[in-house]
């Protein structure tokens, strides 16, 4: 089991940037995949992005695609998500996740440890 904790949330005005820092626990970080999803209050947990082992390898929801970047840096068992030119429809609860096994980024049930999540407002 890998122990995640997010952080670098908090409250911007649109057009603003935020860099979330998703910090692990364990030796083996550099070989899992890791992703970022957010849920807003009443909707579903969604998919934003993801990148695999060596980071060589990014995917990103439409929404954010152009607007955030994922990046890790497996010497400090760190992922992080840039996130620029915030809108208020990124307003939400932003979690991290690692995939140990397998199966497709983009999709929750693929990973097997969640952080508790960082909130991000973005206000008009």
């Known amino acids: 089991q890998v122990q995640l904790a997010e952080s670098g949330g908090g409250l911007v005005q649109a057009g603003g940037s935020l860099r979330l820092s998703c910090s692990a626990s364990g030796r083996s970080f550099s070989s899992y995949a890791m992703g970022w999803f957010r849920q807003a209050p009443g909707k579903e947990r969604d998919f934003v992005a993801a990148?695999?082992?060596?980071?060589?390898?990014?995917y990103y929801a439409d929404s954010v695609k152009g607007r955030f970047t994922i990046s890790r840096d497996n010497a400090k068992r760190t992922a992080y998500l840039q996130m620029n030119s915030l809108k208020p429809e990124d307003t939400a609860l932003y979690y991290c996740?690692?995939?140990?096994?397998?199966?497709?980024?983009?999709?929750?049930?693929?990973?097997?440890?969640w952080g508790q999540g960082t909130q991000v407002t973005v206000s008009s």
């Open positions: 996740a690692a995939r140990r096994t397998g199966g497709p980024l983009i999709t929750s049930y693929a990973y097997d440890d």
């Open positions: 990148i695999t082992w060596s980071g060589g390898t990014t």
